[in-house]
């Protein structure tokens, strides 16, 4: 079992809240990892902030392989998370064959959308040794037969079939679940039950860590940032300011000669 793995503890048993970021290329993986990240998801957020998708659902495996190499090439330390993309865990063999193919591109671990209705993939994927990240809540590959992006866990019959989902994660042996857009009531209830890390995203501070796309902790896709991202730098407005003073300097030389 790889190592790096052990780094996911639960703050009550003496971690750290895991500070973890999304990349998809070789320099941000590699900036994260050496500013001291503690793992990095290969996110299928790939598809919408670098691809330019309208949502998740329209990533391949071959495109989330080919990202997976670039950023293993830039990350020594970090777990480096990949993420099973829509449709290629439909079965356990096809969940078992994707895995695998992430897994040879360098991923620590893969992660997988869903609770019961994929426990047989989540089984098979840890009978072969493969450790699972879970992922409940707010499911954005689901986004097509949900018709939007909703916050989990308002009623209590919601809040306990999440529970029951993350207590089910635990059993099967996942190594840590994210927990998305969920009222935060929920997600502390179900840090607290289960024994594994949660890390929240949209889901309050109650969780055993924190994840965040990283093209909205740093302004990179400002035609859309989700409320409960704080941008901490303004990335895509300096892009933005360099090129137009490109632009000025090139037709200035230009109009000067
Ligand atoms: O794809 C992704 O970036 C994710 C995070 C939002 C958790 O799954």
Redesign the pocket.
């Known amino acids: 079992m790889n190592p790096l793995l052990d780094r996911l503890r639960k703050v009550r048993d003496g971690g750290l809240p895991l500070a973890t970021l ?1 990349a998809y290329d070789y320099p941000t993986g590699r900036l994260l990892d050496e500013a001291g990240i503690d793992l990095i ?1 290969v ?4 598809g919408m902030v670098v691809l330019g998708y309208e949502d ?1 659902t329209h990533v391949s495996l071959a495109e989330m392989r080919h990202h997976t190499r670039a950023v293993r090439r830039g990350v020594k330390r970090a777990i480096l998370l990949g ?1 099973l993309p829509y449709k290629t865990y439909e079965t356990p063999e096809q969940a078992l064959a994707s895995a695998r193919q992430l897994m040879d591109d360098g991923a620590d671990a893969v ?1 997988l ?1 869903g609770g019961r209705a994929i426990q047989e993939q989540i089984r098979a994927l840890i009978a072969d040794g493969i450790p699972v990240v879970g ?1 409940l809540g707010m499911l ?1 590959q689901h986004i097509q037969e949900e018709g939007r992006y909703k916050k989990k866990g308002k009623t209590d019959e919601e809040a306990a079939r999440l529970l029951d989902e993350a207590q089910l994660l635990e059993k099967l042996g996942v190594r840590a679940i ?1 927990l ?1 857009s969920m009222f935060k009531r929920v997600a502390r209830t179900i840090t607290e039950a289960v024994s594994i890390p949660t ?1 929240g ?1 949209g889901a309050g501070s109650g969780c055993d860590g924190q ?3 990283t093209h909205d902790l740093i302004g990179m896709f400002p035609w859309f940032c989700p409320p409960f991202a704080k941008p901490k730098t303004h990335v895509a407005e300096s892009i933005s300011n360099a090129v137009r003073a490109y632009i000025d300097e090139v037709r200035a030389v230009d109009s000067a000669s």
């Open positions: 999304t998801l996110g299928d957020s790939l998740t993420d992660k959308e992922h954005p994210v998305e890390i995203i994840i965040l796309v």
